[in-house]
C-alpha cells in the first residue's frame, strides 16, 4: 500500500516546504524503558490511535509476519506511547466503510486500471516505432480497499490478542472510518490522534502525532523523532479559517472525494483563501477558465458537498457509548 497517497493530497509536503514551522519534533528512540522519556506536550492528553492505518502498513511490508510479529508491533507502540503521554492509547479499527468512500475506492481502482491500460498501449505503439528506449509500464497499485478481506480475517483474531495483552480496542461504527472515531474523540478530551492519515484534521483533531513507528531523520545527527502537528497552528500559517480548511483538504483531494487535475495543495489553499468556498472557486473557473469545459467530467466526479457533510459530521452519544467494548476501554466514557 502507497501510504503517502492516503489522507489529503500533498498536505505534508507542502506543509513541510512552505511551514515546517508547524511541525513539532517530539524525540523518540528506539522503543526501551531507559530511551523514551516523558513528553511535556503530550503529558496527560489521550492519545488514540489509528490502528487500521498500521496494520495496513503492519501486513504489507515485504516481510510475512505473523499475528504474534503484528501483535507485538503494536503491543511495542503502545508501550512508546504510554510512556510518552502517561496514559494508554486507544486503538481504534475500521468497521463498514461509508458509502463515500466505497465509492471514491471504486473511482480510484477504474482510474488506476485506465492509466495502466493506457501506459501499456504506449509501451505497445513505442515497440513497433523508431525509438530505442522503451519505458517499462508500472503495475497499478495496490488499493486499501482490495486487502478489505485480508484484514477481516485479521480482525477476528484481533479482538482476543489485544485484550490478553491488556491493550484497549475498539470498533467504529458502522460507516466512520477509524480516523474519523480517532479524531471526534480526540476533539472532546483536547487529546492527540497518531495516525499519517491528514485526513484526521479534517474531521476536527486537535492535533496529530506522525511518524512514530518510520522515523525520518534529516540529518545523520539528528535524534530520530516523531512529529506533533496541531490543526490550529496549520490554520494559522495557511491563513484560512476551520470551516475552510476544510474545504482547502477537500479540493486538494483527499479519501472521501475525486481529485480534480492540475489542482495540489497550494493551489487549493490559495484558491479556497481567496475566494471562500469550493463553490465560488468552481464558479470562477466556469466563467473565467476558457480550458475549464475539460474538466467538466472529472467536476462530475467530483462531490465535495457530500466529502464537506462527511468531515462535519459528528458521532452521536449512542455511537459513543457503543464503543465500550471491554474494561479496558473505560476511559472512552470520560470523553
Known amino acids: 500500500v502507497d501510504f503517502k497517497c492516503m489522507g489529503v493530497n500533498g498536505l505534508w509536503a507542502a506543509l513541510s516546504k512552505g511551514h515546517p514551522g508547524v511541525f513539532t519534533r517530539i524525540p523518540l528512540p528506539p522503543y526501551a524503558v531507559s530511551n523514551i522519556t ?20 503492519f501486513t504489507s511490508s515485504s516481510h510475512r509476519l505473523s499475528m504474534n510479529q503484528v501483535m507485538d508491533r503494536f ?15 486507544i ?9 463515500i468512500k466505497q465509492r471514491h475506492c471504486l ?26 528506449e522503451v519505458t517499462a509500464v508500472p503495475p497499478p497499485r495496490l488499493a486499501p480497499a482490495h486487502a478489505d ?14 485484550f490478553v495483552r491488556g491493550l484497549s480496542l475498539v470498533r467504529a461504527p458502522d460507516g466512520w ?56 497552528a496549520v490554520e494559522g500559517a495557511l491563513g484560512v479559517s476551520p470551516r475552510e480548511f476544510v474545504e482547502v483538504c477537500v479540493l486538494a483531494g483527499c479519501d472521501f472525494a475525486s481529485h480534480l487535475p492540475n489542482l495540489g495543495f497550494t493551489v487549493a489553499s490559495r484558491a479556497v483563501r481567496e475566494h471562500g468556498s469550493i463553490g465560488e472557486y468552481l464558479r470562477y473557473r ?3 477558465d476558457g480550458d475549464f469545459k475539460l474538466i467538466k467530467l472529472f467536476a462530475l466526479a467530483f ?6 457533510e462527511c468531515f462535519d459530521r459528528d458521532l452521536r452519544e449512542e455511537e459513543v457509548k457503543s464503543l465500550v467494548r471491554t474494561d479496558h476501554d473505560r476511559a472512552i466514557v470520560a470523553t
Open 149 to 162: 478481506l485480508r484484514l477481516g480475517v485479521w480482525w477476528s483474531c484481533m479482538w482476543r490478542n489485544f
Open 38 to 57: 516523558r513528553s511535556s506536550l503530550l503529558e496527560g492528553r489521550q492519545l488514540y490511535v489509528d490502528a487500521t492505518m498500521f496494520l495496513y502498513r
Open 303 to 308: 462531490d465535495w458537498r457530500a466529502a464537506v
Open 177 to 232: 472510518d477509524a480516523e474519523a472515531v480517532c479524531a471526534k474523540l480526540a476533539a472532546r478530551c483536547d487529546g492527540v490522534v497518531v495516525s499519517e492519515d491528514g485526513d484526521a484534521l479534517a474531521f476536527g483533531a486537535p492535533a496529530i502525532l506522525r511518524n512514530v513507528w518510520r522515523y525520518r531523520v534529516v540529518d545523520d545527527d539528528d535524534e530520530p523523532a516523531a512529529e506533533l502537528v496541531d490543526r490550529a
Open 286 to 288: 466556469e466563467l473565467n
Open 91 to 99: 486503538f481504534v479499527f475500521d468497521a463498514k466503510p461509508s458509502k
Open 75 to 89: 503491543s511495542r507502540l503502545s508501550f512508546a506511547l504510554k510512556l510518552l503521554s502517561g496514559r494508554r492509547p
Open 107 to 132: 473511482n480510484q481502482r477504474w482510474a488506476l486500471r485506465t492509466a495502466y491500460a493506457a501506459a501499456a498501449l504506449a509501451k505497445v505503439e513505442k515497440e513497433y516505432s523508431d525509438e530505442e
